[in-house]
């Protein structure tokens, strides 16, 4: 049996899927002809069994195929991560980010949150996406940067 180095560098960085659900059928997207798994989201435990195993965890991205927001156990998930002093961001179509889930994020503490839209207007919002939620996001997103004005808090930074 080989000797483990005990000098070992356990990763800094890490990429969790939390979910391989989406609210989306994007036309770019692997999910677009189906999705050949069971559908499943991560837990709180998991997520923490998974962390607790890299003590020197600094950045840490909760996203993957899947649409984050619809994980219910997003912001305990942040809210875990934040407290050992992680930088935490996910990508997210955005469709679900009202008010509710606008200040579980803020309240959790995450980091960043990144928006990704694949257009910059309905119609070809629609195309790539199949969607007619374009409007809907962007006043999710107008809502969510007032929110943060008005409670003069600058996370989380959104892109």
Known sequence: MAAIDMNLKLPRNLYIEVTNRCNLKCRACILYQGSW????????????????????????????????????ALPAMIRHLKN????????????????????A????????????????????????????????IVSNLRAFVNRLRRLKVSRPALS
């Open 37 to 72: 798994e069971s559908a499943r989201d991560v837990t709180l435990d998991e997520l923490v069994r998974i962390t607790d195993q890299l003590p020197q965890l600094e950045h840490i991205a909760l996203h993957g195929i899947g649409e984050p927001l619809l994980n219910p």
């Open 84 to 103: 050992r002093n992680t930088f935490v961001f996910f990508n997210s179509n955005g469709i679900l980010l009202d008010e509710n889930r606008q200040n």
């Open 105 to 136: 994020l803020i309240n959790a503490g995450l980091d960043d949150l990144r928006i990704s839209l694949d257009a910059a207007n309905q119609h070809d919002y629609k195309a790539m996406r199949d969607s007619d939620r374009f409007e809907q």
